[in-house]
């Protein structure tokens, strides 16, 4: 009997136990449930809160207004002729195909996988060089802050082109300088300046003889640039849903009026010589280094890489968007232009030195006196001038913008990345935030338009544009490609694309684009020239320190995030080291948020039956 009641008391246990497993097992499920609807809420939010173009067509627009800017039409014409001719397209397509057109890739690859800025997708590849994403905003935005003046000059020359005479053709006007002015072009006359010339210097800029003597501001310029900064507002205030509309208009609209110009100064007398002039190839200078480096930062500059642009514009695609497609589409149209716009600049340039018996070295010209002086100058004895002067510079404006949306959606991104929810706490919508973004940018702007301001204007694109860049492109370069690794960058598109990449993009991600970028940097330090403007300013001493301190102003991000992230990370030195370049982005998973569905049916594959 005894025996038999222990049994019982046995059995009876067992059932208890057996009930409170299936009560333990049902809560699990009811949890796991539980779990599954708050994914797909956090999923559903995640999905909202970032943005997407509306159309693939709108980010390959967008992404080749950016490459295609003011460089196009006044850098890598003068490049060209100055560093061979027709040889400088040698060097110019190498650097295309080895470098522009593989970090292009890479660029796309991180921003489209990571849904994230620069900042924040360069922290999770390798966070030991956060810095690096950090440093690509800032050198954007420090590059917006003056690229919005160039804007206000086009708007400057856009509104007095409506004249009844162009202003800039004549002598006979109270800023010029009659005594030394010259309605043509001197020549080899020192003492005389174009009239297009003392139009830009005495009455757009009223510029003063050094950048130590500001001369307060250019009223009208301020007007202009406040009108500039609004323009840009109201294209991207509601982000890449109000972008991806206006660059319809404004990536397409340059390309009638090249072809316009083209057709037309091709006709026109004395152009064949200056088409020759641009082309014919001088094969000695492929033997000099320089040349191979303005080819490359030509190159860079151009399409935007280590700008960080790329790939804030890229986090906003489909996850499975075809940016190989688009990655040639975008370095070929951009090269594509730069050669239209060569053959418009010199069949105009071979035009006047026909006209005033010149040869076309003595009009040919570097920086914005391309555009702003020796153009307008072009108009004024073309006929129908009247037409093609706002054409022009309505071009011109069409062109900076699109570049100019880009640079600004750069800090936008950041800020939305990593400070979205305190950031609008206090602004409350996103359009506030880019409302102070474009404030902040327009007062940083107003130096430049002083009567010294484009002193100011050519120390910073010195310094910005081209020391920054290289040591940017060089860490970013070192991060990607060999710190993550060219394999799991490869895994990356493999999951966005369905494909690896093939075995040209794996051998200059490894090999060939970081050896280049590398020789780029040391080159452009060997052979550093101070700045300058014009063919006499030079500038002063503490104005050169002042430069370099603009210059440091963004690379200094990088020893900063490195030393930040070592500090931050426990372990011994070489633990944090390793953790520190051990990337934290997923790439087991794809990265591809699942629907709720997906979620609801994972959970209930885990329910027991």
């Known amino acids: 009997m005894g025996v038999g009641a222990d049994n019982k008391a046995e059995g009876t246990s067992n059932d208890s136990k057996f009930a409170l ?46 490459a295609v800017g003011l460089g196009n039409v006044w850098r890598f014409p003068y490049l060209c002729y100055r560093s061979g001719g027709g040889a400088f397209l040698i060097p110019y397509l190498l650097m295309l195909f080895l470098c522009g057109i593989p970090l292009l890739l890479m660029e796309f690859t991180v921003g489209q996988y990571t849904r994230l800025g620069p900042v924040h997708s360069l922290a999770k590849i390798c966070p030991l060089f956060k810095g690096v994403g950090l440093a690509t905003v800032v050198i954007s935005y420090v ?18 082109s409506f004249s009844s005479s162009l202003p800039w053709q004549s002598c006979n006007n109270t800023w010029n300088a009659v005594g030394n002015c010259s309605t043509g072009f001197p020549g080899n006359a020192t003492h005389l300046k174009s009239a297009s010339q003392q139009f830009f210097d005495h009455k757009v800029l009223e510029m003063t003889t050094g950048i130590e003597r500001s001369g307060g501001i250019r009223w009208e310029l301020f007007g202009l640039l406040v009108l500039a900064w609004t323009v840009v507002y109201f294209c ?3 982000g890449v849903k109000s972008t991806g509309k206006v660059v319809y208009f404004t990536a397409t609209f340059p390309y009638f009026i090249l072809f316009a110009l083209l057709i037309n100064n091709v006709q026109l007398p004395g152009a064949k010589d200056g088409i020759l002039f641009f082309l014919m190839p001088n094969w000695s200078k492929l033997l000099e280094v320089q040349v191979w480096v303005n080819a490359a930062a030509q190159i860079f500059n151009s399409i935007g890489i280590s700008f960080g642009s790329m790939i804030s514009m890229a986090s ?19 090269s594509a232009t730069s050669i239209v716009a060569g053959f418009v600049i010199f069949s105009a340039i071979g035009y006047m030195a026909h006209i005033h018996n010149l040869p076309v070295d003595d009009i040919a010209t570097d920086g914005p006196g391309l555009v702003f002086v020796v153009y307008p100058e072009v108009f004024s004895t073309m006929p129908v001038s009247q037409l093609w002067a706002p054409l022009f510079f309505i071009m011109l404006l069409c062109l900076g913008l699109d570049s100019q949306f880009a640079m600004v959606e750069v800090a936008v991104t950041f800020i939305v ?41 050519q120390l910073m694109d010195h310094y910005t544009a081209v020391v920054s860049l290289m040591f940017l492109a060089f860490f970013e370069v070192l991060a990607i490609t060999l710190i993550f690794g060219v394999r799991r960058l490869s895994v990356m598109l493999e999951k966005m694309l369905g494909k690896k990449p093939n075995l040209f993009f794996r051998v200059c991600w490894q090999f060939l684009s970081p050896m280049l970028v590398l020789g780029i940097l040391i080159s452009s330090i060997v052979q550093y020239t101070p700045a300058r403007y014009g063919k006499s300013y030079t500038y002063p001493l503490w104005a050169e320190v002042v430069g370099w301190f603009i210059s440091l102003f963004s690379i200094i991000w990088i020893p900063l995030g490195a030393l930040h992230e070592l500090w931050t990370t426990e372990g011994s030195l070489l633990q944090r080291l390793k953790k520190s370049i051990t990337p934290t982005v997923d790439l087991e998973s794809v990265s591809e948020k699942p629907s709720g569905e997906s979620v609801a049916l994972f959970a209930a594959a885990q329910t027991p039956a």
């Open 316 to 334: 906003y695609n489909k996850f499975n968007n075809n940016i190989i497609r688009d990655t040639y589409i975008v370095c070929l149209a951009n």
């Open 417 to 457: 990345d990593g400070f979205g929810k305190k950031v609008l706490q206090v602004f409350k919508r996103k359009e506030l935030i880019v409302l102070a973004v474009c404030s902040v940018g327009f007062l940083l702007g107003i130096p430049h338009i002083t009567r010294g301001g484009i002193y100011v204007f």
């Open 143 to 160: 590059l917006c802050t003056y690229y919005n003046v160039l804007m206000t000059w086009a708007l400057y020359y856009l509104l007095h």
């Open 21 to 66: 497993q299936q009560l333990e097992e049902k809560e699990e499920v009811e949890l796991s449930n539980a779990e599954a609807v708050r994914l797909t809420k956090d999923d559903q939010q995640s999905e909202e809160t970032r943005e997407t173009w509306g159309r693939r067509l709108e980010f390959v627009l967008a992404s080749v207004g950016y």
């Open 236 to 238: 991207i205030f509601k």
